[in-house]
């Protein structure tokens, strides 16, 4: 029994591939697939059978010559439009060496070959790379890409299944003669899921529910709880009125997720719809949650409230009925994407408005004083209706290209509408306006030339110089988006991303994200100066005119950590929201205070408002 991974050539030296034998099933990782292979489960009353504590791959060579032959079955995940650099190698080695025979031909045995805890295939989709490692429970798998545009390229099919796949809730379940193998999620659905295989039948009924209970013995948390149904649900936005209610949205695959009676939509329509919900922000009861979609996939990635005080929503939907109002601006998408907008009553969840916006998406969204709704996000293929006198009216780019628009009169009318890009790629993520309504975005640059960028930064701005691979970008427009007030990078050598901005009392900008640069710009005396893995979350404040860097300082533990959330206490606290891959992080104690509890936790940490000392993180 191989505990591991082996990885050696075959026969005919060209296709490297790596084996891997756990819970009665063995699998074979090669460039263009992975092969399970099934074998009939022998009787409990034989060595080896189901009633052996050992695994029943385990018999005596002596055991195996008495045994009954075994019918076996493969089953192929077979991967699709790879890219012709993509690589298959080895990591973390293991002691000890493998032997893999297949077939009676010795020129096709794999004899002495190396072990590894995982693999990755660098480059196997363009721009993604899929990490591969062993876990007591199956092969847990990581896609690693930039952004979900470049997850939408994974593609793949299953080959020697008995049936269709069957997918539910987000994961993926295919048969053979010998039991099944399950994939949650699916694979390109998010960036990190497990395979299982097993002889025993997959669930056939699902329930979700919620319930308000706090996480821990912590006297910080005032309520905390879960909400989602058998699928993947994922919030994404939040916002909070004057009555202390939080808004938050993000989508579901869930047939159930928890809705209440007399919203806009109570059931789910297809594949992944969007969501939005109302909570008491005392309590952590929930008022009021609806779904909004329709016969494809949604997205919502933003939440902001209007002039009015409701909540409004935006992202991406794919699907041809989306729920639009009368008069806005656009109710049919005809292009492959669109951007969504809709406001929602606050009291009742009913739809107030809601309109589309060709050629792209929205991650980020924010309201003027005078009501109007500003977004940002990212053009995929160009066909936005840019407007007369914008800044930029022509598609740069041939993958992503920035865009910020505004919207008012209850979505009937485009105020502008602007691309900001290069003919390389960007991505806005983030969104905050100054006192005047001038809309500043951070987001990231890259290029496949990886050390030229045509983003158009400015004369006198912090960082003219691109610095390679990808780059922090952060910019401010007019109010009227009739041109660039300042544009700048911020970053290093590798990859830096900017995912969350706010701004201070006095506009000065601050930004959060992630970076695995070495170089990425700290100052003397701030928290922490140095990465201290792969990725560290970043915080950076610029002057409000963008021309310097007033503090910035990592964060991180001993593994990867992310910041997507930034925003301001009333003691001008900085207050940074992100995830963690570290089993151990920052405290005001030390580096490695906290525990982590689970492969993947959630962390906010609270900063001195001079970037000089971590006061608290949870």
């Not at 987000?170 to 039991?179: A, D, Q, Y």
């Not at 879960?226 to 869930?254: H, N, P």
Request: aromatic share 8%; proline share 6%.
């Amino acid at each position: 029994r191989a505990n591991g991974l082996a990885k050696g050539r075959g026969a005919d030296d060209r296709a490297p591939c790596v084996s891997m034998t756990f819970a009665g099933a063995s699998c074979l990782l090669d460039e263009g697939g992975i092969s399970f292979r099934f074998l009939e489960p022998r009787a409990p009353s034989q060595p080896g059978g189901l009633d052996d504590p050992s695994s029943f791959e385990c018999v005596t060579i002596d055991q195996a010559k008495s045994l009954p032959p075994r019918k076996g079955h493969v089953l192929r995940l077979a991967f699709l439009g790879t890219s012709p650099r993509a690589r298959l190698r080895g990591l973390e080695p293991k002691p000890g060496t493998c032997n893999v025979y297949r077939g009676r031909n010795p020129r096709s045995w794999l004899e002495g070959q190396a072990l590894y805890k995982s693999v990755i295939y660098e480059s196997l989709w363009p721009g993604v790379d899929l990490l591969v490692r062993e876990s007591a429970s199956g092969l847990r798998y990581e896609l690693r890409a930039n952004d979900q545009a470049a997850l939408d390229q994974v593609r793949y099919r299953w080959e020697g299944s008995t049936g269709p796949p069957a997918e539910r809730g987000g994961c993926e379940t295919v048969n053979t003669p010998f039991g099944a193998l399950t994939i949650l999620p699916r694979l390109g659905a998010a960036a990190r899921g497990i395979v299982s295989m097993s002889a025993a039948k997959s669930r056939s009924s699902w329930s979700g529910s919620f319930a308000a209970a706090p996480a821990r013995a912590d006297p910080d948390v005032v309520w905390s709880t879960y909400i989602g149904g058998y699928g993947m649900d994922r919030a994404r936005g939040m916002a909070v009125d004057s009555q202390g209610r939080l808004f938050i949205g993000g989508e579901s695959t869930s047939d159930n997720f928890p809705t209440t009676p007399g919203v806009f939509q109570q059931e789910h329509a297809l594949e992944e719809d969007a969501v939005l919900m109302a909570w008491d922000g005392d309590t952590g009861q929930l008022l009021w949650s609806t779904y909004l979609g329709g016969d494809s996939l949604e997205e919502g990635h933003a939440v902001c409230l209007s002039a009015a005080g409701n909540p409004i929503i935006a992202g991406r939907t794919w699907s041809t009925d989306f729920p639009t109002t009368p008069g806005v601006i656009d109710t049919l998408r005809d292009g492959p994407e669109a951007a969504f907008i809709a406001e929602l009553d606050a009291g009742t969840g009913q739809l107030l408005w809601s309109t589309l916006l060709e050629g792209a998406f929205a991650c980020a969204a924010a309201t003027t004083a005078e009501g109007a709704v500003v977004i940002a996000g990212v053009s995929c293929g160009g066909g936005a209706p840019t407007t007369v006198g914008a800044y930029d009216r022509t598609y740069n780019a041939d993958i992503w290209d920035g865009r910020l628009a505004r919207i008012s009169q209850q979505g009937q009318q485009l105020d502008w509408c602007t691309y900001l890009g290069s003919e390389n790629y960007e991505f806005l993520r983030g969104l905050a306006l100054d006192g005047r309504g001038c809309p500043i975005v951070a987001g990231y640059a890259g290029e496949r030339d990886p050390c030229v960028s045509g983003f158009p930064v400015t004369a006198g701005a912090y960082d003219e110089t691109y610095n390679c691979v990808m780059d922090g970008i952060i910019a401010k427009m007019a109010e009227d988006g009739s041109s660039l007030v300042w544009g700048t990078f911020i970053g290093g050598q590798y990859g830096d991303y900017l995912h969350a901005i706010t701004l201070d009392a006095d506009d000065n900008v601050i930004v959060g994200g992630y970076s695995n640069s070495q170089e990425y710009p700290t100052t003397p005396g701030s928290y922490q100066t140095a990465l201290r893995r792969l990725d560290d979350a970043v915080v950076s404040v610029l002057s409000s005119d963008g021309s310097s860097l007033l503090w910035s300082t990592f964060i991180g533990g001993d593994k990867d950590d992310v910041c997507f959330g930034i925003s301001i206490d009333p003691r001008e606290r900085v207050l940074v929201s992100g995830i963690t891959f570290s089993p151990s992080f920052p405290g005001p104690g030390g580096a490695d205070e906290l525990s982590t509890l689970g492969e993947t936790d959630g962390f906010l940490a609270v900063l001195r408002a001079d970037g000089s000392r971590l006061l608290d993180s949870h």
